[in-house]
């Protein structure tokens, strides 16, 4: 086995005019390298607060975040700086594009960054457009596309520089059921063709039933578990809802 991330008694901790709040509870897991892994919860459970932890860009109250080998709780400011643009693939739900850039140079620009030289940045982002197809928009601005396209564009530049780790929060939150069925296409690329290894906070069945594992987070603990193992999409739909249900979502497949 090959555990790319190993979360370990992970408390988050907000104080605020006195009160405390336990965003993140003493958390454990781990995550196998080429994991699909979704995060379910209510709101308010504590799952953008456990992504940003594992992103840095919340720093933990307690407890340690193992990614490979090195501790990322531990890290200076140089260090995470470096972890961030190697390691690591954001994908907001507010896209975060850069405006005055086309959907090329919004994807250029992660390569560049990170040093790549020139002739490989123009490789490299043309075969990640063409993967998650989105040729078509390559030359538009972000103003000039619609959210789905702006989506996957945002997927391509966290991609495109091949990081161990995907984080995604809501990626389909904004969309309609074309470009998230479009969009979870591509993750299903990036996981299956790429290698990369994806964690995905929904509050969708649908979308989460197209992970191989999903944690359910109550309160800032991990409260239940489900593996897909060799069952269809619909056989863990139905699973997921189930537990759905149960944590008081009830109506149709949202939580
Ligand atoms: N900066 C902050 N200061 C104080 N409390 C916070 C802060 N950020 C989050 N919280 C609290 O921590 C808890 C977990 O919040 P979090 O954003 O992680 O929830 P979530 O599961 O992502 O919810 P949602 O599904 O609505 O996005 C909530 O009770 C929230 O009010
Ligand atoms: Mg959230």
Redesign the pocket.
């Known amino acids: 086995m090959d555990t790319i991330l190993r979360v370990e008694n992970l408390d988050k901790f907000?104080k605020?005019k006195g009160s405390l709040?336990k965003?993140?509870n003493h958390i454990s897991f781990e995550v196998e390298r080429g994991e699909y892994i979704g995060i379910m919860?209510?709101?308010?459970?504590?799952?953008?607060?456990?992504?940003?932890c594992i992103s840095t860009i919340d720093n933990v109250t307690a407890g340690h975040i193992y990614v490979g080998n090195s501790d990322i709780t531990t890290l200076n400011k140089q260090e995470l700086s470096k972890f961030r643009r190697e390691a690591l693939g954001f994908i907001f739900q507010d896209f975060n594009l850069l405006d005055t850039l086309t959907a090329r140079d919004n994807i250029a620009l992660a390569l560049a960054i990170k040093g790549e030289a020139p002739k490989n940045v123009r490789r490299k982002v043309e075969a990640v457009a063409q993967t998650l197809g989105i040729m078509e928009v390559m030359n538009k601005y972000p103003y000039e596309m619609s959210g789905g396209q702006r989506q996957r564009v945002a997927c391509a530049r966290a991609i495109v520089t091949e990081p161990e780790l995907v984080l995604a929060?809501?990626p389909t939150g904004a969309l309609d059921s074309k470009s998230a069925g479009m969009l979870l296409e591509s993750f299903q690329m990036m996981n299956e063709k790429m290698g990369a290894t994806i964690l995905m906070?929904t509050?969708d069945a649908f979308t989460a039933s197209h992970c191989k594992r999903i944690l359910f987070?109550k309160d800032?603990k991990i409260f239940n578990e489900l593996v897909r193992g060799n069952n269809s999409r619909k056989y863990f739909f139905d699973e997921i809802m189930q537990v759905v249900s149960f944590l008081g979502g009830g109506q149709s497949h949202a939580i």
């Open positions: 907000y605020n709040t965003a993140v919860g209510a709101s308010g459970s504590g799952k953008t607060t456990l992504l940003n929060d809501e906070v509050h987070i800032g």
